[in-house]
């Protein structure tokens, strides 16, 4: 007797992963240890200068020394890399090298910047080869990378823990990134001690990172409803999963803990910056691996056509609209476009991110309400308004969201021009 395998024409495998992790006051001061289990004697430490004002690098250079690594510290990161920021971190990292190894000390900008170092030092190719499509070339990287050891300093992007790197690319002024597996730093080491100088404008704005990826994330189109892949066609996000939904479920819960607690009293308030370091790996370990959607398409234009606007608390050299903002500014819209597709999940996430919350009349309006509340409360712009566009920039900022189908095809409800433009139009105010 034979197993006869059915002919599935929808999918049945969803695909997880993650790093190890080392969590907890103090855990910087670990890394030398860990990075001396992997035969390297010569480290590159990647963060950007106000990171490196600040120390952080410089004591990961000396604990690494105590273990016979030599290393050296790059902090020439862009705050919102871009192409030609992540290109000349490329040709330093080339110049000076080889190295054995790497570690990024700093926020998603030093990580991301860091898994493009790796990529681009480790084997041939230019950073347009490997770029997502239709932007570039979604070349798949041949072979293994070398070890990455990603220390987070602010808790929003998840990036210590996802296989994918993000960029403005300027000529074409939007955002698009580099996912693959293989990209994955091999270790998180995340201190929460490192978080308690950020500003709350910081904080606010990267925790807005860490709750658009736990909501999209667990709102994204189910995994058996896409179309039945070969292996070799098998992509970093599948769409959400029994495994990535436990993960957001648990960072929605410690958002409603402890979001607001960081942004109005983080310099003092260790258990509320441990709670939101903690859901932003969680996040990252959720959307890393199911996907996100709507806002984070959105976001990609929101950041890459931004005209003159300077948020506090970050460098005021040129203007520049915070990820973490600029997923969040569409998002309660995004959320009443997609109910209909998992209104049961809508509702579900509403609850977990505020417990409290009074049930209103229209069910749809319901994670909407909880999210703006939540946006008012810790100072996050009213609306792309908030940040310089207007009604009439909606035409332009469209075809940004619509180059971004890795991430639309991972919504529930697949949007046309025509959604995008409107959610961006009643986008302009929340509020």
């Not at 409803?225 to 996000?237: A, L, M």
Request: hydrophobic share 40%; glycine share 8%; aromatic share 8%.
């Amino acid at each position: 007797m034979t197993f006869e395998v059915p002919e599935y024409t929808e999918e049945t495998i969803f695909t997880w992963g993650a790093p190890p992790l080392k969590f907890g006051a103090g855990a910087i001061d670990e890394v030398g240890f860990e990075l001396s289990a992997y035969d390297v004697s010569r480290v590159l430490i990647v963060t950007d200068p106000g990171v490196n004002a600040l120390g952080a690098p410089q004591r990961l250079a000396d604990n690494l020394s105590r273990y016979g690594i030599e290393s050296e510290i790059f902090d020439g990161v862009h705050v919102e890399p871009t192409d030609d920021s992540m290109n000349k971190a490329t040709e330093y990292a080339r110049a000076q090298g080889p190295w054995d190894g790497f570690v990024a000390v700093g926020g998603g900008s030093a990580i991301d910047t860091a898994k493009a170092i790796n990529l681009l030092t480790s084997h041939p190719g230019e950073l347009m080869d490997y770029i997502n499509k239709p932007i570039g070339g979604a070349k798949v990287p041949p072979g293994q990378l070398k070890p990455l050891i990603a220390v987070p300093t602010t808790a929003g992007t998840g990036s210590e823990s996802t296989a994918m790197c993000v960029l403005d690319i300027l000529s074409m002024k939007v955002k698009t990134g580099i996912s693959h597996w293989r990209l994955r730093p091999t270790l998180a080491v995340i201190d929460p001690l490192l978080t308690m100088t950020l500003p709350p404008q910081v904080t606010a704005a990267a925790g807005m990172d860490i709750t658009c990826h736990a909501l999209e994330s667990y709102t994204a189109r189910y995994y058996t409803t896409f179309d039945r892949k070969k292996p070799e066609e098998r992509v970093t996000y599948c769409g959400s999963n029994p495994v990535s939904d436990l993960w957001c479920e648990k960072a929605m819960s410690l958002l409603a803990k402890s979001f607001r607690a960081a942004v109005e009293r983080g310099a003092e308030d260790v258990e509320a910056r441990s709670d939101m370091m903690m859901a932003a790996t969680f996040a990252g370990m959720g959307f890393g691996n199911s996907g996100v959607h709507i806002p984070h398409a959105n976001a990609y234009p929101i950041a890459g056509m931004v005209k003159d606007y300077r948020p506090q608390g970050y460098p005021q050299d040129e203007a520049m609209v915070p990820h973490g903002e600029s997923v969040s500014l569409t998002a309660p819209e995004a959320f009443r476009f997609s109910f209909d597709s998992a209104p049961e999940r809508h509702l579900r996430a509403a609850e977990l991110m505020d417990p409290r919350a009074d049930k209103v009349n229209d069910p749809r309006e319901q994670l909407p309400g909880v999210l703006t509340r939540l946006m008012r409360d810790i100072g996050i712009p009213n609306g792309i308004g908030g940040v310089g566009y207007t009604e009439a920039d909606v035409p332009d900022l469209v075809p940004g969201t619509m180059k971004q189908q890795r991430l639309l095809a991972t919504c529930p409800r697949t949007p046309t021009e025509d959604d995008i433009a409107d959610i961006l139009t009643k986008s302009v105010e929340n509020w």
